[in-house]
């Protein structure tokens, strides 16, 4: 086994028994919720791999969601890149219409899983950081020329990636990349990772258009139902003085 298949496996285990610990003790890393409407939001608010969203688990939820569209929020520093890839490649294959939303920070790998949305959306004052792949190893001289080509060419793919989405040539992202640069939602919109700016309103309801209807028509049909009652108990008392019937004398 080769020193970079020895990092990975050694990774891996150690991934696999901090996330086992952690599930004990913590809830879930991000979170599905209206899953059978035809909206469902997704949320990655933590690191991608180790501690953060497993990709495995990732990817067996997604596929329980038959909504036609997909919202993905994300505030993520990034992790590993091939949990990253994972999760990227199970939203681009999933039959929805995917729509990542970028809240707060998607650096590294959380910037790539950004790029999976078929529309991409930096909110006002959200950042991404694109950066060349990294690791930690210790070795000799040609373990470390050995991780060094692995990584470059971890870099490349992920620069192709961008690419792929943006429609922007490689060697643009490849710069980028190797300047470690941090963009702006504005900016990451004119380096082609991203496709708008939204600015945060106030939400006066979050709920679909069509619940909002339903609920609507329910408080209705509750006034009515209100104001007959009412007025049955009016008619009622009008009949029972209509009688004249001899009052109790409580003494």
Request: proline share 2%.
């Amino acid at each position: 086994m080769s020193k970079i298949e020895t990092m990975i496996a050694d990774a891996n285990a150690l991934r696999a028994k901090l996330d086992s610990k952690q599930r004990l003790t913590t809830g879930p890393w991000y979170s599905i919720t209206n899953a059978t409407d035809d909206v469902a939001q997704v949320r990655i608010y933590d690191e991608i791999g180790f501690f953060g969203v497993d990709a495995e688990e990732f990817a067996r939820d997604l596929t329980t969601i038959t909504a036609s569209t997909i919202e993905v929020a994300i505030n993520s520093p990034g992790g590993s890149v091939f949990q990253g890839l994972a999760i990227y490649n199970s939203l681009r294959t999933h039959s929805a219409r995917i729509i990542t939303r970028v809240d707060g920070l998607a650096a590294s790998a959380a910037s790539f899983i950004a790029q999976a949305g078929d529309e991409r959306i930096m909110l006002e004052s959200s950042q991404m950081m694109i950066h060349d792949a990294m690791a930690a190893v210790a070795g000799n001289a040609a373990d470390m020329r050995e991780v060094a080509d692995f990584l470059d060419k971890q870099s490349a793919n992920i620069a192709e990636l961008y690419a792929s989405r943006s429609g922007l040539p490689v060697d643009r992202y490849v710069e980028m990349m190797a300047a470690e640069t941090w963009m702006t939602a504005a900016e990451a919109v004119d380096e082609g990772l991203a496709d708008s700016v939204l600015k945060p309103e106030r939400q006066t309801s979050n709920i679909s258009p069509q619940a909002a209807l339903d609920l609507a028509a329910a408080s209705a049909a509750a006034k009515v139902d209100a104001a007959l009652v009412e007025q049955q108990a009016g008619a009622r008392a009008a009949y029972l003085r209509s009688l004249k019937l001899p009052r109790r004398n409580h003494s």
